[in-house]
């Protein structure tokens, strides 16, 4: 089956900076790849997917890129803000369900 | 629109007790699934279902039973519970079409086995 694997695990930056979260996937047939946030006690929330016909996707501050021949994608935060710090979570699913990478600790310091 | 509803918010049991998580989506949504969050584990998939009247497998399946008699429900049970179910419970719905499809997430249950 899938397997994702998420580094780092946490990450800290400064206010301002960028940040960028790496994903590797396991499944040459997964074909979606999506990113989630999850703040402290709240639920998991999409901020970005990306379909593996396209190799990157941008949403004013974050973008995700992805590699089908390395199996890895990535998501990229520019101008990091306080409220960018959260615990964010990748995945990949191809006929299968979403199988989660363990997720990455970002924390914005100001 | 509520979106993804789950009841109850907080739970604690004692070992050996039974017990059902309910799960409600008002997005006619097809497919529901039942997670686990635990401390660096990430999340993990209990059981899922691609519409009324069926169910699947996922990743950690022992020990919970699931069923999805109506399409905007989706029910976890703990037959016993076993303190190793100590996690907090997401549950998720997805439109129609396939798997590939961006999940809601209700608000979590947290549940704890004493």
């Known amino acids: 089956g899938e397997n994702v694997e998420q580094h780092p695990s946490t990450l800290s930056v400064q206010e301002g900076d960028s940040a960028v979260i790496k994903c590797t996937y396991s499944d040459s047939a997964s074909n979606y790849f999506p990113w989630y946030k999850q703040e402290l006690g709240k639920r998991p929330q999409l901020i970005i997917d990306i379909r593996s016909n396209v190799g990157e996707k941008k949403d004013q501050r974050i973008a995700v890129t992805l590699n089908k021949t390395a199996k890895h994608f990535s998501l990229h935060i520019t101008e990091t803000q306080p409220e960018d710090s959260a615990v964010y979570f990748c995945a990949a699913s191809g006929n299968t369900p979403l199988v989660f990478g363990k997720g990455t600790r970002l924390s914005v310091i100001a | 629109n509520a979106g993804v509803t789950q009841t109850p918010k907080f739970r604690v049991l004692k070992t050996g007790q039974s017990m059902t998580l309910l799960c409600a989506q008002d997005m006619n949504h097809e497919y529901m699934y039942w997670y686990r969050q635990d401390p660096g584990m990430g999340l993990r998939l209990i059981h899922y279902?691609?519409?009324?009247?069926?169910?699947a497998k996922g990743e950690v399946p022992d020990g919970y039973n699931v069923s999805r008699l109506k399409k905007q429900n989706f029910l976890l049970g703990l037959e016993s519970a076993a303190p190793s179910q100590t996690s907090v419970y997401f549950c998720?719905?997805?439109?129609?079409?396939?798997?590939?499809?961006?999940?809601?997430f209700g608000d979590g249950t947290r549940l704890s086995i004493l």
């Open positions: 998720a719905s997805s439109a129609t079409g396939s798997l590939n499809q961006p999940q809601h």
């Open positions: 279902s691609v519409g009324e009247g069926t169910t």
